[in-house]
């Protein structure tokens, strides 16, 4: 749709500022509908699968005959599926589609050739597919998240690199003036996945690269996609979100820039952390837990500037939707952030390495920041594009309870469940508690009940993602409140900033 | 205002540190280690593994074992791996250079099995055997009662005994098989377990340090479980 945008129905002169803005506004979402919404809706349907499938993982934990007789359902070809699915078919295409429109919105651009995301969903989408079937049927790589065979990743990059170069172009046209943070985060997600994506590919899949190399590669790609495309676009929304409900202009431009650049550059240098004390020559980890060490930089100062703007608006998490999903996801990046941190230095280190919690934090980056961030994006961002408001606040509240406790108790109990096996396997005999040797069963029945519990926060998290995929699916079909006020929590009194 | 150049250029910058310093930095560093030889007893360490224990690397891969299992031995310094008797030595990066893919995993819900070839149980002079394996992937409870490895029983085939039985054929309970037949490893199972059984890398190396003994059985109630 390529309207230029100074074509208002009326004369420019005879209209305020505001009605032109306003108008700018529709065009822009008008725009935007069917990309981001094509994005948004692919993205749930892998969340739900995501979930289905995380569940029975969580279930082969404790009890490994359930579902137990295929080959396609065990645990060692799951597991790869969950997280895979989890990344490449919520994260990411929810990324996406927050990243395009906040995008959009900050260049004052009207999309033009909406067709080009649009394809570039699909081709995604499918490499998904491709892929999460592959790995079911064993044709998978050893590394984590990059289990997918060559044919997906080619289809995952290709759509990538469109959407990626699309969203520069975007912002190469924006109107002029003041680049806000948000957009240094995006751009950033725009090119850093395809040239983290592609180099880690080609050089894991190279013949010509042996041993431990491989292994180095994978961990420096996992690292870097959390830190350059989760933690890029999750960080953007909020520096979006939050102001823009509450009102007012973020705290500290110099904080956020110092938070970007000291986050950016030393995210980057922490992927050997996984191989601390692995086959390595030992200056890698070494480098990576100084790194992960400086990044207290980056969680102080986003830390601060985020708390500091929400300051005299907390009451704002009790009536928007948006901003209460959004802080969730930003205390849930500290806690993350700050436990990652602790996590590597050496004596944490022994205790935690090859346990639940390292998917503990894997788990609060990518689902209790930046999944929750997301669910406030969208809560945000749906009514602008569907042009109704959204059917309950009960149904939000609920979803909000559902998610929020069932993240938290999973997590929660992946940390003990890794701190206990950490410190039993470091620990192998332990007369004084009736047992001579700790071997793997030991170790196991030792944390069977937070093995359990998370088998019980998965079934909290299946409820509240159905509840909000229904939610959003009665958006899709304009089955929402056609009032122009966004569907609050509590209505805001007199004297209050309106979202 | 045009845009600001510098958020290219610090994109293009951040991303090219991270690039040269944890993916360059290896392979410069460790792609061209070369196997230890010793000239006097013509001994070579590490040695590609070929044939039907390539092909078990594979089926481990295709199975997902890296999920629960690694293959690193650490240090005495970082963790009880030599005291659980994982290994007589850490590994090292040259212990790998021929693993392709290289699979040194990510979690622990079962042991390590870097050196599960080499492993005994004092007490149990039949385990870490051939059959042992066979039996343990076709029923992990069998072996490890309470153990939450998932059963691996469609790598194995119910089949007709035909005159005499298998030499590889599970010894079940009566009643688990019907009268006549046999569960038999399937080609995969074998290739597995030939990999599985020839898994080890604890021959000296100088940059592991010296090897150490396994610990005594008996005094920890047997040796790595």
């Known amino acids: 749709m390529p309207e230029p945008l100074t074509t208002p129905a009326a004369p420019a002169a005879e209209m305020t500022a505001a009605e032109i803005e306003w108008i700018d506004r529709s065009l822009i979402d008008e725009s935007m509908r069917m990309p981001v919404m094509f994005f948004f809706s692919t993205a749930l349907t892998w969340l739900l699968a995501a979930t289905v499938i995380g569940f ?45 429109w906040i995008t959009a919105r900050l260049c004052r651009v009207v999309l033009k050739s909406a067709w080009i995301p649009i394809i570039s969903g699909i081709f995604w989408n499918i490499g998904v597919t491709v892929g999460v079937i592959a790995v079911l049927a064993g044709n998978m790589q050893p590394y984590e998240l990059l289990e997918f065979p060559r044919q997906a990743s080619v289809l995952l990059f290709i759509a990538y690199a469109l959407i990626g170069a699309w969203g520069v172009v975007m912002f190469n046209n924006r109107r002029p003036g003041h680049v806000y943070i948000s957009l240094w985060y995006f751009v950033g997600a725009f090119f850093w996945f395809p040239w983290l994506y592609a180099s880690a590919n080609l050089m894991v899949g190279s013949p010509h690269v042996h041993g431990v190399v491989h292994a180095a590669i994978a961990a420096w790609y996992a690292q870097g996609l959390l830190g350059y495309f989760f933690a890029s676009v999750g960080l953007g929304a909020i520096y979006y979100l939050i102001p823009k409900v509450i009102g007012k202009p973020v705290h500290s431009y110099n904080l956020a820039l110092l938070g970007f650049w000291s986050f950016e550059i030393f995210w980057g240098l922490t992927g050997m952390v996984k191989f601390t004390g692995g086959p390595f020559p030992v200056w890698y980890s070494s480098l990576s837990i100084a790194a992960l060490i400086l990044l207290l930089i980056p969680v102080g100062t986003v830390g601060v500037n985020i708390l500091m703007t929400m300051k005299d608006d907390t009451r704002m998490v009790y009536h928007s939707p948006a901003v209460r999903f959004t802080m969730y996801g930003t205390v849930a990046w500290l806690v993350g952030m700050v436990i990652t941190i602790l996590g590597s230095v050496r004596e944490m280190d022994q205790e935690t390495h090859f346990t639940q919690f390292s998917a503990g934090s894997f788990h609060l980056l990518i689902y209790a920041f930046f999944t929750m961030t997301m669910f406030g994006a ?22 909000f309870w559902g998610s929020g406790y069932g993240i938290g108790l999973m997590i929660l109990m992946m940390i003990i469940a890794g701190a206990a096996q950490g410190w039993y396997w470091n620990n192998p005999s332990q007369v004084s508690l009736g047992v001579k040797y700790f071997g793997a069963i030991e170790v196991l029945a030792e944390i069977m009940p937070y093995l359990r519990a998370q088998s019980l926060a998965w079934i909290l998290l299946i409820g509240a993602h159905l509840l909000f995929c229904i939610h959003f699916l009665a958006m899709l079909l304009r089955l929402g409140q056609p009032s122009g006020e966004p569907t609050l929590f509590a209505p805001i009194t007199e004297g209050e900033q309106h979202p | 205002m045009k845009a600001p150049p510098p958020i290219f250029n610090g994109i293009l910058a951040v991303f090219a540190l991270s690039f040269m310093v944890l993916a360059m930095a290896p392979a410069l560093q460790l792609d061209g280690l070369q196997p230890k030889v010793d000239e006097d007893l013509g001994d070579i360490y590490p040695i590609d593994v070929s044939g039907v224990q390539a092909e078990g690397r594979a089926v481990y891969v295709s199975q997902g074992c890296v999920a629960c299992h690694t293959e690193q031995v650490r240090d005495a310094s970082e963790g009880s791996d030599l005291g659980r008797g994982w290994g007589a030595r850490r590994t090292v990066a040259r212990d790998y250079i021929y693993e392709m893919p290289v699979l040194l995993g990510y979690m622990r819900f079962g042991p390590d099995l870097a050196n599960i070839g080499t492993r005994k149980d004092a007490d149990n002079a039949d385990k870490y055997s051939v059959a042992w394996h066979y039996m343990h992937l076709y029923n992990p409870q069998a072996t490890s009662p309470g153990t939450n490895m998932p059963s691996y029983k469609f790598l194995f085939e119910k089949r007709k005994i035909a005159g005499q039985m298998d030499e590889d054929a599970l010894k079940l309970p009566a009643g688990e098989v019907p009268e006549g037949y046999q569960i038999v490893p399937s080609a995969q199972a074998r290739q597995l377990v030939a990999y599985l059984t020839g898994l080890d890398h604890s021959h000296p190396l100088p940059e592991a340090g010296p090897n150490i003994q396994p610990p005594k059985p008996g005094v920890s109630g047997g040796a790595a479980k």
Do not use: Q
């Open chain 1, 56 to 100: 029975i993982c969580s279930m082969k934990l404790h009890d490994p005959g359930f579902l137990g007789d295929w080959s396609f359902l065990t645990y060692g070809r799951l597991w790869p599926a969950y997280t895979n699915i989890l990344v490449y078919g919520w994260g990411l295409p929810a990324g996406i589609g927050t990243a395009i």
């Open chain 1, 378 to 399: 969208m809560y945000y961002i749906v009514p602008r594009l569907v042009g109704c408001e959204w059917l309950s606040a009960s149904f939000i509240r609920l979803h």
